[in-house]
C-alpha cells in the first residue's frame, strides 16, 4: 500500500505513528516568512523524534509550492491536499465555478502536481461552518465527492454544526463512507444528549467511516475531557476501534506580525505534540490500552490514507 506525500510516495511500512489533521502550510504574512518557516520546520521535527513520521496538512487555501523550504528541511513525510474550505478562505472565483469547473481544478493538481516541483495531493479537504450548506459549499462537496470516487483519494470533512444532516448529505450524493474523515464532530459532545451524541457517531462507524477528535486532554477532570474519554472508550467497546482517529488540528494566525498559536493564552501550547503529551496520558488514564492507542495511530491512519 502506498501513501501520496509531498516528497512523493512512499510504501506503508515506511510509516510509524501519524497525525491526520494538523496545518503545517499556514498562511503568514510575507514578511514574517523567515519565522513561519521555521517554527513548521521546528513542530515538524519535534514530533518526528517522538516517532510521528508522517503528517497531514489539511490547509486547502494556500499554495504548497510556498513551502518548499519546509518540506526540504522537514525529517517527517507530509501529506497535502486539495479542495476548498469555506467563507474568506476561498477565493471568489471558486464560489462562481460548476462543479465540472471545480473537478478540473481538482484534477489539475491530482495529475499534474502543484508548483514546479509537480506535488500531488493526497487528500481533499472540504468544510462548513453553517447550519445549511450554502450553494457554492453544495457544489464544493460534490465535485470533491466524483473526484474522491474517480481517483481513490480520500477526504477529510469539517463539521462544526448539524453533523448528521451534512453527513447525509454526503451520504445521498454517493461519498465512499470507507474513504471519509469527519472532523471536529467532538464539538458538540457537552452540548446535547450524550447518548443521541453517540448513536450520530456509530452511524458513521457503521457505514465504515473515520471519526477525527481533537480539542481535548489537557485536563483529566474537566467535564469535556471526561466525556470525550467515556466517548472513545465506548466506541472501542462497541467495536469501533478501527474508525477512530486523533490529531492536533494545530494552527496559527498572525496578529500585528506576531505569530499566535491556537491556546497560546493557555497554559498548554497546541503544536503537534499535543496528542502525545495531552491526549494520550488522558486516554491512559481512562483505561485506554497501549495497543488501541497504536492502533489509532498507526493501522488506521494507514488505512485511511492508503490507496
Not at 510575507?30 to 516517532?51: D, H, L, P, T, Y
Not at 479537504?125 to 473526484?147: P, W
Not at 497554559?267 to 483505561?287: A, M
Request: charged residues 25%; aromatic residues 12%.
Amino acid at each position: 500500500m502506498t501513501i501520496k506525500t509531498v516528497q512523493g510516495d512512499i510504501e506503508s511500512s515506511a510509516i510509524n505513528k501519524v497525525l491526520v489533521h494538523e496545518h503545517i502550510f499556514n498562511i503568514f504574512p510575507w514578511q514574517c516568512r523567515n519565522e513561519s518557516e521555521s517554527k513548521s520546520i521546528e513542530m515538524v521535527n519535534s514530533a518526528f523524534c517522538k516517532g510521528y513520521n508522517l503528517i497531514v496538512d489539511l490547509t486547502p487555501y494556500t499554495n504548497v509550492y510556498n513551502y518548499y523550504n519546509v518540506i526540504d528541511n522537514s525529517n517527517a513525510y507530509i501529506v497535502s491536499c486539495t479542495g476548498f474550505f469555506t467563507g474568506k478562505y476561498v477565493k471568489a472565483k471558486y464560489k462562481k465555478q460548476t462543479i465540472e469547473e471545480l473537478c478540473v481544478k481538482m484534477e489539475k493538481d491530482i495529475l499534474v502536481g502543484v508548483g514546479k516541483r509537480h506535488i500531488k495531493p493526497g487528500i481533499i479537504k472540504i468544510g462548513t461552518n453553517t447550519e445549511d450548506l450554502k450553494d457554492f459549499e453544495e457544489r464544493f462537496f460534490k465535485s470533491s465527492i466524483l473526484i474522491s470516487n474517480k481517483y481513490n483519494l480520500p477526504i477529510a470533512v469539517h463539521l462544526t454544526k448539524n453533523f448528521m444532516g451534512h453527513y447525509n448529505f454526503l451520504l445521498k450524493n454517493n461519498v465512499n463512507s470507507k474513504k471519509l474523515m469527519i472532523l471536529h464532530s467532538e464539538k458538540n459532545i457537552d452540548k446535547m444528549d450524550y447518548q443521541v451524541f453517540l448513536n450520530e457517531l456509530i452511524s458513521v462507524c457503521r457505514n465504515q467511516g473515520y471519526l477525527q477528535f481533537s480539542d481535548f486532554g489537557t485536563d483529566t477532570k474537566s467535564k469535556k475531557s471526561k466525556l470525550m474519554a467515556k466517548m472513545i472508550m465506548d466506541l472501542i467497546e462497541l467495536g469501533y476501534i478501527n474508525n477512530i482517529l486523533i490529531s492536533n488540528d494545530c494552527n496559527w494566525r498572525w496578529k500585528k506580525f506576531k505569530m499566535i498559536i491556537r491556546n497560546e493564552d493557555k497554559k498548554n501550547i497546541r503544536d503537534y505534540l499535543y496528542v502525545e503529551n495531552f491526549v494520550l496520558p488522558l486516554l491512559r488514564y481512562y483505561g485506554v490500552r497501549e495497543e488501541s492507542i497504536f492502533k489509532i495511530l498507526h493501522d488506521n491512519p494507514i488505512e485511511f490514507l492508503g490507496g
